[in-house]
């Protein structure tokens, strides 16, 4: 059987580029005459929840889910989608803190906050600088994702119906997984080495989705284009739905096609050159319908697209806001800064296809992709969730915090990559093999041919030294970028004497900022003891936390008047 596609294959996937680039045009000349910045970032904050609910989800689920996550299932168990409970936590969590503050202050750049919270824009553009074709805009953007994310979330569907099919039914993959130790979810050692751990899984990927639904511009841009908070929310949590129904779908393809293929592992076979592969092999392997092949290449596409066109639009809004505005005339009109900042989407565009071909020499994509993102997601949730959630901490204390806390993780990262670690996989075997060359769509193994070695399996990861450090695991490296910066930030906090600035409560989360009403003023008060302590004679006196505490007793209870007057 060839591997080749059909005609219908190539105008599945040709008509899957066409129309997202349709939906860009359409809005481009509809919105040719945007006067303002809101417009073109928000979309005028009037979109729809449904749509921003599946772009929400079209922008951290990408090729990666369709391909990256049944990868790590096949060849290292289950254990992983522990990471669809750490979500929904997380992101109730990102809703319930995070989501207030920044919808009610309606930012174009979210890092805006960080110099309205901490009174420096080189903080602000530290983060913006380190997590830093949407030429048309939010509506483009957010109408183009609800069409990608339809299409990979149907294209999973499709893989998984067939592979369990193909495998005889549910129970038939239950019995194969859990037989050959797929179904791993009984690790619960603290061992941050360990790809299977529970907590590894569970923590590390839960800071990873907090992060990205409480403190990502593409994710606060997206529900601040909607007109209330209650439809912000509401979108989030319906994002929330779709983003578990879909990490499963793909977790559980990984577990079908294992199942499938046992006993006859491609990878063993040399069909395929990596783990990452086997999801399209077993797509042209086992589908011969016309346009089903291309139909999933379409929803691959699809997946990187969708985060593309997000992150590009956010991405130019980030660059507008935090540097090159500040730096122009303010005198430039409206629709100028509009034409700059798609002139910026470009340009960030062609960048990325150049970094897309150097990732095709990129092993795990899953593993290379939580790598790069860990080193920055911690440190830099712990900036605005200490922000958010912690008045007393101050400019010098989070500072402080997010550099070493930064350095540490890239240094981490870094020392991974110049002395490599292969993680423990679990066994495949290729010894019950009994094809011919007309069984596989892509196979190139003479049919008398026996395979029975297999990979050794490291059971346990023993690093000595720095290796400490460069070996921790990529699921763990979120949270621990977290607690590090947010515990040096407390600790210089206290020792600076605390924030002296102007306590503004719309910069908080209005249940931690009310916290501080409940605490005893003898424990406010420490904080300006410490601080007091470590402060030489003449610097400038902290201001006295009682006197915050009485204000802010004040205020809650003049707002609290308010609401029984009107």
Not at 245 to 258: M, Q, R
Request: proline fraction near 4%; glycine fraction near 8%.
């Amino acid at each position: 059987m060839s591997a080749s596609f059909h005609i219908l294959d190539y105008a599945v996937l040709v008509g899957s580029f066409v129309l997202p680039s349709l939906i860009g045009l359409f809005f481009t000349y509809k919105d040719r005459h945007q006067q303002n910045k809101t417009e073109h970032f928000l979309g005028s904050r009037q979109l729809g929840v449904i749509p921003v609910c599946l772009s929400l989800m079209a922008s951290f689920l990408s090729a990666i889910t369709v391909l990256g996550y049944p990868a790590e299932v096949y060849m290292r168990g289950a254990s992983i989608s522990i990471s669809v409970f750490s979500s929904i936590l997380a992101t109730i969590c990102a809703g319930e803190i995070m989501v207030p503050v920044f919808y009610r202050l309606q930012l174009i750049s979210m890092h805006t906050y960080l110099e309205r919270r901490f009174h420096t824009p080189i903080l602000r553009r530290a983060i913006s600088g380190a997590t830093a074709l949407s030429c048309g805009g939010m509506k483009a953007v957010v109408w183009s994702d609800v069409f990608q994310m339809s299409l990979m979330f149907f294209a999973l569907a499709m893989v998984l119906v067939k592979a369990v099919y193909d495998v005889g039914g549910i129970d038939e993959v239950y019995r194969k997984t859990n037989e050959a130790g797929r179904l791993n979810f009984s690790n619960f050692r603290v061992d941050p080495y360990a790809a299977d751990s529970f907590w590894n899984c569970f923590l590390g990927m839960g800071v990873l989705w907090f992060s990205a639904n409480g403190m990502s511009q593409q994710q606060v841009q997206r529900y601040c284009s909607l007109p209330t908070m209650k439809k912000a929310r509401l979108a989030l949590y319906l994002n929330m739905i779709g983003v578990a129904l879909t990490l499963s779908k793909a977790f559980v393809c990984g577990l079908a096609i294992y199942a499938f293929y046992h006993g006859c592992d491609p990878l063993k076979l040399g069909l395929i050159r990596m783990a990452d592969q086997i999801m399209p092999y077993f797509v042209l392997d086992r589908f011969h319908i016309p346009g089903v092949r291309g139909l999933f290449v379409a929803a691959v596409f699809a997946g990187s697209l969708s985060t593309l066109s997000s992150g590009l639009n956010s991405m130019s809004a980030c660059l507008w806001e935090d540097f090159f505005a500040p730096l122009l005339s303010p005198d430039i009109g409206p629709k100028r800064a509009v034409l700059f900042t798609k002139c910026i989407a470009l340009g960030l565009g062609v960048l990325a296809i150049g970094f897309g071909f150097i990732s095709a020499y990129i092993g795990n994509i899953l593993q290379a992709s939580l790598g790069m993102a860990a080193a920055i997601t911690g440190p830099a949730c712990a900036v605005y969730l200490a922000g958010v959630t912690l008045p007393f901490v101050n400019t010098v204390g989070v500072s402080i915090g997010f550099a070493v806390s930064l350095a540490v993780c890239i240094w981490s990262v870094v020392g991974k990559l110049l002395n490599p670690l292969k993680y423990p996989v679990l066994l495949v075997s290729a010894e019950f093999c009994n094809w011919t060359t007309s069984d596989s769509a892509v196979s190139t193994v003479d049919q008398n041919t026996t395979v029975f070695y297999s990979r050794p399996l490291l059971d346990t990861i023993h690093p000595k030294g720095l290796q400490h450090l460069y070996y921790i695991h990529p699921y763990v490296m979120p949270a621990f970028g977290l607690v590090l910066t947010i515990a040096i930030a407390i600790i210089v906090s206290i020792f600076t004497g605390g924030n002296s600035q102007k306590i503004d409560s719309g910069l908080f989360n209005r249940t931690c900022y009310r916290t501080i009403t409940w605490t005893p003023p003898i424990c406010l008060n420490i904080f300006c003891y410490l601080g007091s302590v470590f402060q030489s004679s003449d610097s400038k006196p902290t201001k006295d936390l009682q006197a915050i505490h009485e204000d802010i007793s004040l205020e809650t209870q003049n707002s609290q008047n308010s609401c029984v007057t009107n």
